[in-house]
């Protein structure tokens, strides 16, 4: 299964994806996918080294659009059509301690050097080709906000985890997706980050008139906000408990 987490800035994405990753790493061969163009916490946070961004595999971001879908799944792929994640090249692979693969796709950093729609489009290129084995699953890691759907990238996830962090700002973000989502008919969740039991129940009041279905809650979490901070590996605490409950609720797990 390939599952894109997706929402405002700052809600809490990449934890979530990394809470998720260490959970479903005790049952699945777990890729994590950092289609992030320009934060770049994500390995940090897992614990994982760095690998080379993939575009760089297919020759820069220059060459994406030059080279077209097809290229891309011929470069990528060992049999030339379908993308098995185990053929890509070990450089743009790398491992966290637990076995959770991380792959990034690129970041956009120098002054002038262009748009990230290459990135996007290279997403969702290797994410339309690839071909799961049944023990193994896919968690993209997303840039903030909805530019992916304006990308289509979404046509290549079969679910979409939504992150909402106490703000209405970030409801009101979820139900777009969900509502650009539909057509496609897969599936899609919502997660609550960073809510007091308090500011929950207002939150699910609020998405429940928006017509949102929360699926989980995942608490504000001091180990997670300090690790975050400090730039390592993530630690935490009661959230992880939470986050088995969301991935059991949404029959992952
Ligand atoms: N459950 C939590 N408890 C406490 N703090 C949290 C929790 N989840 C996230 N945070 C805090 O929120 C910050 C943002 O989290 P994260 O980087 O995962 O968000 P994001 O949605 O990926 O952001 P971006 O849109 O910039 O990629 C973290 O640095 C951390 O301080
Ligand atoms: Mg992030």
């Avoid at 390995?43 to 760089?56: F, M, S, T, W």
């Avoid at 290797?126 to 990238?153: C, P, Q, S, Y």
């Amino acid at each position: 299964m390939k599952i894109m987490i997706c929402g405002k800035g700052g809600t809490g994405k990449s934890v979530i994806s990394v809470l998720a990753a260490r959970i479903l790493s005790r049952k699945y061969s777990v890729y994590l996918i950092d289609s992030d163009e320009s934060n770049t916490l994500l390995p940090d946070i897992l614990g994982a080294p760095r690998p080379k961004p993939l575009v760089e595999y297919l020759g820069g971001r220059g060459s994406i659009f030059k080279s077209g879908e097809i290229d891309i799944v011929r470069a990528l792929s060992k049999a030339g059509r379908g993308i098995a994640l185990k053929d890509l090249p070990s450089e743009y692979v790398s491992k966290s301690p637990e076995g959770i693969r991380l792959v990034i796709i690129g970041k956009v950093r120098n002054f002038g050097e262009g748009c990230a729609c290459p990135l996007n489009y290279l997403t969702r290129t290797l994410l339309k080709n690839l071909v799961l084995n049944k023990d193994e699953i896919v968690l993209v890691d997303t840039d903030a906000g909805i530019e992916h759907i304006g990308r289509r990238v979404e046509e290549g996830t079969d679910a979409i985890l939504a992150v909402a962090d106490p703000t209405a700002e970030s409801l009101k973000l979820a139900k777009t997706l969900k509502d650009q989502f539909k057509p496609l008919n897969r599936k899609f969740w919502l997660v609550l980050n960073k809510a007091t039991p308090e500011v929950a129940s207002i939150m699910i009041e609020k998405a429940g008139k928006m017509g949102l279905e929360v699926n989980g809650i995942v608490g504000f979490d001091e180990k997670i906000f300090k690790s975050c901070l400090e730039g390592k590996v993530l630690r935490a605490g009661k959230s992880m408990l939470q986050m088995e409950n969301l991935l059991k609720a949404i029959n992952l797990l």
